[in-house]
């Protein structure tokens, strides 16, 4: 079906191109009876304007400059025309063109930054700011647009830190920096994200989320946030899709880049953050050539408190306490290059490559309390560690290839890409050594249940010791691979005497994708005891620090990171190695296939913008995994590949757009679409495991329905010349069959009633809505210095209300869905000017429920978080500009709870990151 769906698409374009456009004509004219003009918009830089208005005036007609400022009017009867651009920040530019049948005339423009009537300059973030906003006054959809000399102002070292400054977008953290998103309360694997259109693989085994610590900031030339997608957009994005744009296309030769420095107040070590660009153009400005690299080596860390509750008819405990210290060094690179060449004024084609690399090297210090809800403790202190740098290495990387080409044949149109991407992440012996000291008398304390304590009150087990006895000593590699390999060609033919008033686009893509995970896990057993743990205590390092952010919480003594990585655990002379079939049994063996064709009609009545389209998404699943069971002493008693499940499904997407403009600078956004959400990889795996001991299982569940949702949208949007906008507007999205991870006490199954059942199911439906608003503008009506200030706010409020919720023990009037936080509030005050520029900015989310447990009081919630973060940049000339960051100054944790907010789950603390160099643009 996949290969005759797309076979068809190439006839029909073949078809076209033969019988419409078929005569001999030299390269690059246009054998029709009409003209084009194309050209390309640009500052007086030569750096591409996206989003400009390209108008005809006397023939009421026109095009948007597309990302890397290119435009094209099509259709045009020979004559002399006089073109008009206007752009958000900057002056207003016409000239007059001369079209002739049959040829394309070229018209480029050069536009003047500045506000004839406010005599406001438009520089430096202002003309980030100008380019982000024209993209989203020119979008049909609701779509907010950072630009990367935006990115360039706020302190933010990867894309999801950038992300966070939008209206709708809050962040979850890992280590200290923004690795998912959440959009307008939808969660991660609702939402999709893409590089120059292409959705990316995930390098985690069991998501789709991507982690968006992987790119840095200053690699892509914009990041732009569709909330409402059209039809030639993929359809996996119920929250948004993210769209991460290359930097390409140079216009002439440009070098600029990054030197500087990292310093993380935690660790007390600074490290190097460097990033270079260079592009160019050869051979008559036929061949464009960008190449780009970024590095930054963060010395990190973090002090973490974790904790288990439990409900025990009202009398609230502990069950389990854990103080955990973290060293981390992340090394992240990215390289890309971007090839353009225009065979003639009608034909060009395009080459990519981006290349993402984060080494994360850590070792991990942690005090496990243990039965605190039992008359005896179990203590148990674990040291982390790997044979590369004496640390666990967690290798994740991605590729991301593609080839593409922009064809005008006639009046049509044609575009086609095909990409290959693979993400991977590998974790090569990782080692975990752990002690233990059991039957402990001990106290809990828990008048601040926030920071809760335990007291040990034997002696000898209060901190590591000869009278402490070996645990367990394991090593793990983990390897997870996606790999997917798309082609799209989408076309677009005017079907009147305009490029705008009547279009129409259609299109096809196809996307395979292949997804596995192939751990290995071994533990290890000392030949001889005793003399293990005496090499082993005359090995060891305290880990206790004076100013633990977590806490009043002492670490104590651990085994050092340089026993454990130096331990020759292939020595059968000092150690028995046992292959541990319960790791084995998350392995997993995946493919996806997803054929979409779609149609979408742009009319314009006036002032009103008309778009409708349909979608159509066949998806073709094949998923297996393994089964094991262990007896009833909790012993191995077999592991199977299970069977290798398939699924096919459909699904039907229409949509319907409408934007009024009431003037110039004001309008009103409308929309109505449905979207989709494939579930979870291993949540589709048939994988089964089978605890006889605790009568206990857990199983995958490949008859998951895809999560869908209704979506409707309305947003009013009003623009300042000066640089500025408001804009304010409401969401609502019905959702059907949304997936949780389902737990359940005394479940019958298989002719058996377990104690626990854990399966992820679809849980329910929801109503998700909001409102969401924006201000944004330059105080140009100031007098004097003030003229330079600006102040920049947008704040969103999300609700869900769930219906047919499936999990026992929950009042679906008190349930949300997953992943929703109720507030999100960005504001920045900054001062733009000649030579100075700064910045303070706040962020604030309010909690949400993360996961569900099997009552309410074990659901567990993602604390609120409230994040101010400052920067300054100084221009010593206009090449070269100083400048010094600062993130996290109200050292904000990464907290979660339990039930309630007193009842602390996880608090991370990273302190505060500085950051500090130079920047060149040559």
Do not use: C
């Not at 078929?22 to 003209?35: I, R, S």
């Not at 002719?751 to 199911?761: L, V, Y």
Request: proline content about 3%; overall charge negative; aromatic content about 12%.
């Amino acid at each position: 079906m996949n290969s005759k769906f797309l076979m068809l698409i190439f006839a029909i374009s073949l078809f076209l191109n033969q019988s419409i456009f078929a005569t001999n004509e030299p390269e690059g004219d246009m054998p029709t009876d009409y003209g084009v003009i194309a050209g390309r918009v640009l500052d007086q830089d030569k750096l591409p304007l996206p989003g400009a208005t390209v108008m005809i005036k006397s023939l009421n007609q026109g095009v948007v400059s597309d990302v890397n400022g290119f435009y094209r009017i099509v259709k045009l009867k020979e004559g002399t025309y006089d073109v008009t651009v206007s752009y958000i920040g900057f002056k207003e530019a016409s000239q007059q063109v001369q079209v002739e049948v049959g040829k394309t005339s070229t018209a480029n423009f050069y536009m003047e930054a500045g506000v004839d009537l406010n005599e406001v300059v438009v520089n430096g973030s202002l003309q980030g700011q100008s380019k982000a906003l024209n993209q989203q006054k020119s979008s049909i959809n609701v779509t907010n647009v950072i630009s990367s000399d935006q990115v360039g102002r706020f302190p933010d070292a990867n894309v999801g830190d950038a992300l966070k400054r939008i209206p709708g977008i809050s962040v979850q953290y890992d280590q200290g920096e923004a690795r998912f998103g959440t959009i307008r309360g939808a969660s991660p694997e609702y939402n999709s994200v893409t590089i120059d259109g292409d959705r990316i693989p995930s390098a985690e085994a069991e998501t789709r989320a991507i982690q968006l610590d992987l790119v840095p900031s200053d690699m892509v030339q914009s990041i732009e946030v569709s909330k409402v997608v059209t039809a030639d957009m993929d359809a996996d994005a119920i929250g948004g899709s993210v769209n991460l744009v290359t930097k390409s296309n140079p216009y002439a030769r440009r070098i600029s880049g990054t030197i500087g420095a990292t310093y993380n107040m935690l660790t007390d070590k600074p490290a190097e953050n460097i990033s270079l660009l260079y592009a160019d153009r050869f051979f008559n400005n036929k061949l464009g050539m960008t190449l780009a690299g970024s590095r930054q080596n963060h010395k990190m860390g973090s002090d973490d408190l974790e904790a288990e509750w439990k409900d025990d008819d009202g009398n609230i405990l502990m069950t389990e306490m854990q103080v955990r210290t973290y060293w981390i060094q992340r090394l992240r690179q990215s390289y890309s290059a971007a090839f353009d060449y225009e065979i003639n004024p009608s034909n060009k084609i395009e080459a990519k490559v981006m290349y993402n690399h984060r080494n994360d090297w850590e070792n991990r210090f942690r005090v496990v309390y243990k039965d605190l809800d039992e008359d005896e403790a179990k203590i148990e202190r674990e040291v982390k560690a790997g044979t590369n740098k004496d640390a666990r290495l967690e290798d994740q990387r991605t590729w991301h290839i593609a080839l593409k080409g922009d064809h005008q044949l006639g009046a049509l149109e044609m575009k086609w890409q095909g990409s290959y991407s693979k993400a991977n992440e590998d974790r090569p012996n990782e080692r975990y050594l752990n002690f233990a000291y059991k039957h402990v008398d001990f106290q809990q304390v828990l008048t601040d249940t926030k920071k809760p304590q335990v007291i040990i009150n034997d002696a000898d087990a209060q901190d590591f010791n000869a009278n402490w006895g070996f645990d367990e000593l394991t090593e793990e590699h983990q390897y997870t691979e996606d790999i997917d390999k798309a082609f799209k060609v989408d076309f677009k033919l005017p079907l009147a005497e305009s490029s705008k008033s009547k279009v129409l686009r259609f299109g096809a893509k196809y996307k395979g994708k292949s997804k596995s995970r192939d751990n290995d896990f071994y533990a290890y057993e000392p030949t001889d005891e005793d003399a293990f743990v005496a090499d082993a205590v005359a090995h060891t390092k305290v880990q206790t620090k004076s100013d633990y952010r977590a806490g009043n919480y002492i670490a104590g003594t651990f085994v050092t990171k340089e026993f454990v990585a130096g331990l020759n655990l292939e020595n059968s002379a000092d150690f028995d190695k046992e292959q541990d079939p319960e790791e084995l049994a998350g392995n997993f063996d995946a493919s996806e296939d997803v054929t979409a064709g779609y149609i979408r009609y742009d009319q314009t009545f006036g002032n009103l913008d008309v778009v409708a389209g349909v979608r159509l998404e066949n998806t073709n699943l094949k998923y297996s995994g393994y089964a094991i069971t262990l007896d009833e002493d909790g012993d191995f008693e077999s592991l199977d590949k299970t069977e290798e499940e398939k699924s096919d499904y459909t699904n039907i997407l229409p949509s319907l757009m409408f934007k009024y403009k009431f003037s110039k600078n004001s309008q009103l956004k409308a929309g109505w679409t449905n979207t989709i959400a494939r579930p979870r990889y291993y949540d589709l795996v048939p994988h089964v495991e089978t605890n006889n001991e605790d009568n206990e299982i857990s199983i995958g569940n490949p008859d998951l329905s895809a999560t869908t949702s209704m979506n409707f949208d309305l947003m009013f949007e009003h623009y300042y010349q000066s640089v500025g906008m408001f804009s304010a507007g409401i969401f609502y999205k019905d959702i059907n069959d949304f997936i949780v991870e389902s737990s359940m006490e005394d479940y019958q199954y298989l002719n058996n009633t377990w104690d626990k059942f854990t399966q992820p199911i679809n849980a329910g439906d929801a109503k998700l809505y909001g409102i969401e608003a924006a201000y944004q503008r330059q105080f140009d009506f100031l007098p004097g210095f003030l003229k330079q200030m600006g102040f920049y706010a947008n704040y969103t409020y999300t609700k869900s209300d769930v219906s047919n919720f499936q999990i026992e023990g929950h009042n679906e009037d008190d349930v949300t869905l997953p992943g929703t936080p109720e507030n999100t509030l960005n504001a920045s005050l900054y001062y733009e000017g000649n030579k100075l520029s700064a910045r303070i900015s706040f962020n604030y989310a309010s909690d949400f429920v993360s996961e569900f447990g099997s009552e309410t009081f074990e659901d567990i919630y993602y604390d609120k978080v409230t994040y101010l973060d400052v920067n300054a940049s100084y221009a010593i000339s206009k090449r070269f500009r100083i400048f010094a960051e600062a993130n996290n100054l109200l050292n904000q944790p990464l907290r979660y709870y339990q039930g309630e907010s007193k009842f602390t789950y996880q608090a991370e603390y990273y302190d505060v990151k500085l950051n500090f160099g130079l920047k060149f643009d040559l």
